[in-house]
């Protein structure tokens, strides 16, 4: 037994150390990010039944509305995050060490800068915001709800500045590293979330906003610390190091990543405030209840795409063609895999979730369905989303992203008070992605070819 393991083991360890460099470094943070985002999504999975036993499903529907509507400030970003993570790669890859610093510092400027002015005008605006109308609720006292609003959105912000390090490990190529924060925190909120149900008798969702939005953020500021005092000292961000001639760089492909960043988030974040305004805060735990089921395939697949991106960049700033194209076969196979297996899934659907969560909640088919269509359609289009991103070339993407969040809230609001219910939102999504998943691989084979010209090549 141990000779065939260690036979295996062998076997394993040479098929990740075949190939080009790039694609060895890949896969080695594709294998060890799995494990990682394995226990991330197990429990993320443990969380849901938990929760509601903690709180109530109108309650766990509050919360997450109230993340979802935060979320909507991820906008300040401008998209500089994305920005950063390819100038830096970029910078990395040609040796521009002392540069690659410069777009750190810079970028840590501006989000202190203008996260802080966000902050303030938050703490301004707070007292008069009517939360019980906003999260369409009685259950909840109004008071409650603005001092959870306060406290979420406090760490909010400083989770966006302390997640920059994660930006700059992908950008490193070394996402596995990056995936050890999210489990790490999960594990500490999980213990405390079940000393809880274990020595209170009613769930509060201060302590609930509380303990999810102070315990991730106290980890990155750790990792921050380790990482420039470590492996990334050349890197650390310094006043000194600050110029803001080099703010048009990173804003350049910035504000295209900006406009991509809005899409996403007016898909998913008004998707809950939709729901909660025309259905009701209990139908967004529904909504959610099945998004988290379809979303681990997309999860996933995305820990295969996450080292892609940085990785596209570096080979296509260096003309390797051959790897990139040697690179999307293979993942379009994976993404063929990955389709089979959410059909299954779907299949399943009913049983797993009474495995899951029990008779708390009852998930519709219909809306099954839809999630089963948005994931097939996330995971084929996810290598050429990412090559695209890595190359930089975002005109195309932006003009069809503008469309898209036009169309969405409209189509969204009426599908959704349709015989659809609760599925007309995610209908909505699968409508407006379908443009992307003809014109995306067109772009993509066109700049491979070397034939991607006018809007194709910008």
Not at 123 to 151: C, D, G, H, M, Q
Not at 192 to 205: A, N, P, V, Y
Request: net charge positive.
């Amino acid at each position: 037994m141990k000779k065939k393991f260690t036979r295996i083991r062998s076997l394993i360890i040479g098929e990740i150390s075949k190939g080009h460099a790039r694609s060895v470094k890949a896969k080695k943070n594709i294998l060890y990010s799995f494990g990682l985002k394995g226990i991330s999504i197990l429990i993320g999975l443990l969380y849901v039944p938990l929760l509601l036993d903690y709180l109530d499903r109108e309650r766990y529907g509050i919360w997450l509305t109230l993340a979802s509507i935060i979320g909507w400030f991820e906008f300040f970003d401008i998209g500089l995050g994305n920005g950063l993570r390819n100038k830096f790669a970029e910078a990395t890859a040609t040796g521009k060490h002392e540069l690659a610093r410069v777009y750190v510092s810079t970028t840590y400027a501006i989000l202190i800068m203008v996260f802080s002015v966000v902050l303030l005008l938050f703490y301004f605006i707070n007292p008069f915001l009517s939360w019980t109308k906003i999260l369409n609720t009685s259950l909840v006292p109004e008071r409650e709800l603005s001092v959870l609003a306060l406290i979420v959105f406090t760490f909010f912000i400083l989770r966006f500045i302390f997640r920059l390090i994660g930006i700059i490990l992908i950008a490193d190529q070394r996402p596995a590293v990056n995936n050890t924060f999210g489990p790490a925190g999960n594990i500490i909120a999980l213990t405390i979330l079940l000393i809880l149900l274990k020595t209170t008798r009613e769930g509060s969702l201060v302590v609930l906003g509380s303990l999810l939005s102070i315990i991730p953020v106290t980890v990155l500021i750790t990792m921050t610390l380790v990482l420039f005092n470590g492996r990334y000292k050349r890197y650390r961000p310094a006043l000194r190091f600050v110029d803001f001639s080099h703010v048009p760089e990173l804003m350049g492909l910035g504000v295209k990543f900006f406009i991509i960043q809005i899409a996403s988030l007016m898909f998913f974040t008004t998707a809950n405030i939709i729901l909660t305004q025309v259905l009701g805060p209990q139908e967004v735990t529904v909504y959610n209840i099945a998004y988290k089921y379809f979303m681990i395939p997309i999860m996933a697949y995305g820990i295969i795409m996450t080292p892609i991106w940085s990785a596209a960049t570096e080979a296509y700033v260096k003309g390797d063609i051959i790897w990139l194209k040697n690179v999307l076969k293979k993942l379009n196979l994976i993404s063929l895999v990955f389709s089979g297996g959410i059909l299954l899934m779907l299949i399943l659907s009913s049983f797993m979730y009474n495995l899951w969560i029990g008779d708390r909640v009852t998930i519709p088919f219909l809306l099954s369905i839809t999630m089963a269509l948005y994931a097939i359609i996330s995971v084929v289009l996810a290598p050429y989303t990412h090559l695209i991103n890595g190359f930089g070339k975002l005109k195309l993407t932006t003009v069809v992203i503008i469309f898209q969040v036009i169309v969405f809230i409209p189509l969204a609001i009426v599908l959704t008070k349709s015989r659809l219910g609760v599925a007309g939102v995610m209908f909505t999504t699968i409508l407006v992605n379908g443009i992307a998943l003809i014109l995306e691989p067109i772009q993509t084979y066109r700049i491979l070819n070397k034939r991607a010209v006018g809007i194709w090549n910008k």
